[in-house]
Structures are given as C-alpha cells and as structure tokens.
C-alpha cells in the first residue's frame, strides 16, 4: 500500500508570528519598562525639588 505524503504544516498567520516573537523578548522589554519608570520617577522627584526649593527662596 503506497504511503500518503504528509501535508506540510500551515504557516503561522503574522498575529501568530508577532506573539512569538514578542514572548521571546519580554524579559527585555519589561527591563526597558523599568528604565524608563526609573528615569520618569527620577526626573518628576527632581522637578519637584526644583520647585520646593525655589518657593523656599
């Protein structure tokens, strides 16, 4: 009995693709996020300061 070629796989649509791709650099975009939330909070802290100290003037 002659054997059936298998089909080969279906390519994965791009929504699956992106997710794939997205997952595998997350450790890096989340450490992107706290660099970013570091240097917002940073700044805010130091406009603040800004502001005490010259209404302290």
Known sequence: ????????????GPLTRFVRWA???????LMHLLRG????????LAGVL????QSRL
Do not use: D, E, H, L
């Open 50 to 53: 800004g502001v005490w100290i």
């Open 23 to 29: 997952a595998s650099r997350r450790r890096t975009a």
């Open 1 to 12: 009995m002659p054997s059936i070629p298998a089909r080969p796989a279906p390519r994965p």
């Open 37 to 44: 939330v570091c240097y917002g909070t940073g700044t805010a």
